[in-house]
């Protein structure tokens, strides 16, 4: 068994998880089985009941454990289905540790960071690695080097690294070069200190990814090379991308970071067949169309909130040979601007998932719009609540119809709680989540789309639609596409005399990659050009 630790120093968001990812993708086409992990240094027991300013999104795997957005990032490059042992919070380890210290477990010791913690933090990678019967398990630390939260993860790699042995480990740390315009150079300090932080530690690390907005030249990789003590090929430029961060494995591949890798870890592998990452760069740098697509949400000015959802808009294009322009829509503006004003000569609007109030009459602006100029819709779970209420409102008259989450004594409740739910007072993991099957109707649009009638799809919502209005809504030409396979919950709707009008309780985005785009995006994307070349010019 083979072990790549990725530690991150400098600054944050230098696109660590990306850049664990692309080595992931590389080795894995180099025929390795490939585990990827995170551990992330906060004490949340997860990134669940985290406000997306603070995280970004919340990523779901099929278990249901609610992850962070880098393991996203680890599903798209690569073919491994992720759990809940892939991603670990120090809230997780001291959760378990003080289990064990009341239920005795430690024979009446000290209870310590070392050993106890990072014991506790060593058994997650063993266990992940015997699990999942990996060649190379790789793990990602979270936050950067030099923090305090993190000294617990570096110390319990370090020993890991010691009883694993040489040859078995490699400990790559991915740094900036800032470029610093008033000296018109980049500039290698800030790597220096951030590995002498790592070696202070006992980590001494094999490569150097160094992330930089300008190219690396021979000298700077010399100085590198020579102040942070690591040859001169294990300096690995990783410049900012042009076009998109799929280009990120390839560029890497180009630097020879695969190669280096299976060479430390004697790891004696073809080279990586990249053909196909090839053919999704051409399709996303010269695409035989282009369409313009308009996301309506709260968080629009964060690039993280919704990352999945973007990275699916992306592979639908790449589906269709169609470059996609993201147009992201604040839905607070549509309110006082008037829908017509904002998403006119966009080709297709998509509501995505969120909670709470602020919003939300924009958006249901921003469905009817959609409704009724025949403009391509996609919703995702609240994107589909307010597709609901919309209709509910503007079709059926229901005038006040919502969902009890924004209106509890609404009189058409026509979204609303499960009475299981109800019940619930804790918040972390306790709403409806995970992958569960939905029965798909024959006939409908959704289940062409698919070619299969059992799907599997991921959730985290609290709120149904109300099964009370089934009838109503179903007279109404409001189709019911997809349900659970007990028939009690409604999945996914369509508007039957619509181009294209789909939203699903689910979210389609986190089962998305650039190679194996997700029948939804991809119609939806197919929905928008058609509806553009069939306009005038
Ligand atoms: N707030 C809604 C619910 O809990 C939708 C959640 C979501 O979009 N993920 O049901």
């Known amino acids: 068994m083979k072990y790549i630790f990725v530690t991150g120093g400098v600054v944050s968001s230098l696109g660590k998880g990306l850049t664990a990812a692309a080595l992931g993708t590389l080795l894995e086409n180099r025929g390795l089985k490939v585990v990827l992990q995170k551990f992330d240094p906060y004490l949340n027991v997860d990134p669940g009941t985290m406000n997306p300013y603070q995280h970004g999104e919340v990523y779901v795997l099929d278990d249901g454990a609610e992850t962070d957005l880098d393991l996203g990032h680890y599903e798209r490059f690569t073919n491994v289905k992720l759990t809940r042992l892939n991603n670990l919070t120090s809230g997780q380890v001291y959760q378990t540790v003080l ?58 790699i370090r020993e ?29 300090k800030p790597t220096q200190q951030s590995v002498a932080k790592l070696r202070e530690i006992g980590i001494a690390p094999h490569i150097l990814v160094c992330r930089t907005e300008r190219p690396l030249d021979k000298e700077l990789r010399q100085k590198i090379s020579l102040f942070c003590n690591v040859p001169f090929d294990a300096v690995i430029e990783e410049k900012d991308v042009d076009h998109s961060i ?43 169309h282009r369409v313009r697509i ?88 609240l994107g589909m609540q307010i597709a609901t209420i919309e209709f509910a409102r503007n079709v059926l008259k229901l005038a006040k119809a919502h969902s009890t989450e924004f209106d509890p004594n609404t009189p058409h409740p026509v979204i609303a709680m499960l009475d299981e739910q109800t019940k619930v007072t804790q918040k972390g993991g306790t709403m409806r989540l995970g992958a569960q099957p939905c029965q798909l109707v024959i006939g409908t649009k959704t289940a062409q789309l698919y070619g299969a009638f059992i799907v599997k799809e991921r959730h ?22 997809g349900f659970t396979p007990d028939g009690k919950l409604v999945e996914i709707i369509e508007l039957p005399k619509h181009p294209f009008f789909i939203a699903s309780q689910f979210h389609p985005e986190f089962q998305s990659k650039p190679h194996q785009p997700h029948p939804l995006f991809k119609g939806f994307i197919a929905a928008a050009l058609a509806r553009l070349h069939q306009k005038p010019l």
């Open 99 to 156: 289990n064990n210290e009341r239920e005795g477990k430690y024979l009446g010791k000290t209870v310590q960071v070392i050993p106890h913690v990072t014991d506790e933090i060593q058994k997650r990678i063993h266990v992940l690695a015997e699990q999942s019967n990996a060649d190379v398990v790789i793990t990602e630390i979270g936050g950067t080097t030099g923090d305090i939260e993190g000294l617990p993860f570096l110390e319990a």
């Open 160 to 188: 890991f690294a010691l009883e694993a042995g040489t040859g078995n480990v490699v400990f790559m740390h991915v740094t900036y070069v800032p470029f610093i315009k008033a000296a018109g150079e980049l500039k290698t």
């Open 246 to 288: 799929y280009e990120v494995p390839l560029m890497l591949q180009r630097e020879r970071l695969d190669d280096l890798v299976c060479r430390l870890l004697h790891l004696d592998m073809p080279l990586a067949n990249m053909t196909h990452w090839q053919e999704i760069m051409r399709k996303l740098i010269a695409p035989q």
């Open 294 to 381: 308009g996301v309506v949400g709260k968080y629009i000015e964060l690039q993280d909130a919704y990352k999945s959802v973007y990275e699916a808009i992306i592979h639908g294009g790449i589906a269709n040979d169609c470059g996609v322009e993201i147009v992201k829509v604040d839905a607070e503006q549509i309110e006082p601007e008037g829908a017509e004003n904002i998403l006119k000569g966009l080709g297709g609007i998509l509501v995505p998932g969120g909670f709470g109030e602020r919003g939300i009459e924009g958006k249901i602006k921003a469905a009817r719009y959609a409704r009724e100029n025949n403009v391509p819709y996609l919703g995702l779970c």
């Open 460 to 481: 985290r919502h609290r709120y149904e639609f109300n099964n009370a209005y089934r009838e109503q809504f179903e007279k109404a030409d409001f189709v019911f596409s």
